[in-house]
């Protein structure tokens, strides 16, 4: 069975310094992958995906098949950015069910 | 437009009985997934549905259906509540079943407290 791992709760860094927010999944295919955000007080969101290739507030995310990463990514972190990030799978035939890492709580002080 | 909407958004249970949980998907949204999150096992699919069909089952007990209706709108419910079924309920919506690179809209979530 597939299983998507977080290895961080918790992950405090200062304003302007780089982020990075570790995912690993475990699959024996190519699963599509996805990073959500929750706000504080908002519901969970989508922030990018990896068949977009996006760039969304500044993050970005690389997928390292070798390794079976996904992680996200931020040069300058803002105030902005404290949330909980989830990372999440989908493997295909799977219709729409996410597979969820435990989330990684980032904190941007000041 | 409206986002997804659930009803009630908190509920209060004792063990044995029975609860049912409504998700109402934005408007022109097919598809419609549950989960159940906790802090001990984070967010975890329970199902799907699609159409009116159930497309895929998460690892739950029997104890757990859903159903969805012709306009989408979908329950779920939950007979014989355990203490361990506390938890956030997150439903989601999407335009389209089967396609990996579907983006899923999440609702507020319905807090039930099971005592």
Known sequence: AQRVTQPEKLL?????????LKCNY????SPELFWYVQYSRQRL?????????????????????GETSFHLKKPFAQEEDSAMYYCALVITGGGNKLTFGTGTQLKVEL | KAGVTQTPRYL????????????????????????????GQGLQ?????????????????GRFSGRQFSNSRSEMNVSTLELGDS??????????????????????GTRLTVL
Do not use: M
């Open chain 1, 12 to 20: 405090s860094v200062f304003k302007g310094a780089p982020v990075e």
């Open chain 1, 26 to 29: 475990s699959y024996s295919g």
């Open chain 1, 45 to 65: 969101q989508l922030l990018l995906r990896h068949i977009s290739r996006e760039s969304i507030k500044g993050f970005t995310a690389d997928l390292n098949k």
């Open chain 2, 12 to 39: 209060i249970k004792t063990r044995g009985q029975q609860v049912t949980l409504s998700c109402s998907p934005i408007s022109g949204h097919r598809s419609v997934s549950w989960y159940q999150q906790t802090p």
């Open chain 2, 45 to 61: 699919f329970l199902f799907e549905y699609f159409s009116e069909t159930q497309r895929n089952k998460g690892n739950f007990p």
């Open chain 2, 87 to 108: 938890a956030l309920y997150l439903c989601a919506s999407s335009l389209r079943a089967g396609r990996v690179d579907n983006e899923q809209f999440f609702g507020p």
